[in-house]
T-cell receptor, first 109, second 114 residues
């Protein structure tokens, strides 16, 4: 069964620190990888997507992909209390996303 | 630009009743997806429309679920008759392109079956 695994957390980091969120996937056919942020009762909000091995940076966020290790990560620099949310990792071979259960991040002021 | 909107935000019905969920995708998005999250589990794919055509309904749990997208705009997902295990949050997403392109999600409909 194709899966995406995430540590459920909570991951607690102090304000201003780097938060590191990790995800592994089992389907070697996966081509696209996504990070969504979800506040309670709200929609999953797209933060980053990455298709190629290596790093992709957008503001305070960096997505990292290692297809050989089947590993995706999201780094959040200068973490803010407003970053406290659940972060969902998803992989896709085509249009069908496979989600992890999410990691709850708590940024402590 | 309006995002993906879903209605209702919450629905509480009794077992055996019928419920219809609605999703309005982002304007111009031909691809529309339904997902579901049951308590404590991950979000799981239900089906995919391209315009009014169902491309993949492999994730639909059983024939009590019926999705439509007449005219290729909004979509409905009907559950008839509802069972206890249908409780969860139903998300709709849309994308301009298919394949592995980013999908934009609505806030979801929280469905509770009593």
């Amino acid at each position: 069964q194709k899966e995406v695994e995430q540590n459920s957390g909570p991951l607690s980091v102090p304000e201003g620190a780097i938060a590191s969120l990790n995800c592994t996937y089992s389907d070697r056919g996966s081509q696209s990888f996504f990070w969504y942020r979800q506040y309670s009762g709200k929609s999953p909000e797209l933060i980053m997507f990455i298709y190629s091995n290596g790093d992709k940076e957008d503001g305070r966020f960096t997505a990292q992909l290692n297809k050989a290790s089947q590993y995706v990560s999201l780094l959040i620099r200068d973490s803010q209390p407003s970053d406290s949310a659940t972060y969902l990792c998803a992989s896709a071979a085509t249009y069908k996303y496979i989600f992890g259960t999410g990691t709850r991040l708590k940024v402590l002021a | 630009e309006a995002g993906v909107t879903q209605f209702p935000s919450h629905s509480v019905i009794e077992k055996g009743q019928t419920v219809t969920l609605r999703c309005d995708p982002i304007s111009g998005h031909d691809n529309l997806y339904w997902y579901r999250r049951v308590m404590g589990k991950e979000i799981k794919f239900l089906l995919h429309f391209v315009k009014e055509s169902k491309q993949d309904e492999s994730g639909m749990p059983n024939n009590r679920f019926l999705a439509e997208r007449t005219g290729g705009t909004y979509s409905t997902l009907k559950v008839q008759p509802a069972e206890l295990e249908d409780s969860g949050v139903y998300f709709c997403a849309s994308s301009q392109e298919g394949g592995g392109q980013p999908q934009h999600f609505g806030d979801g409909t929280r469905l509770s079956i009593l």
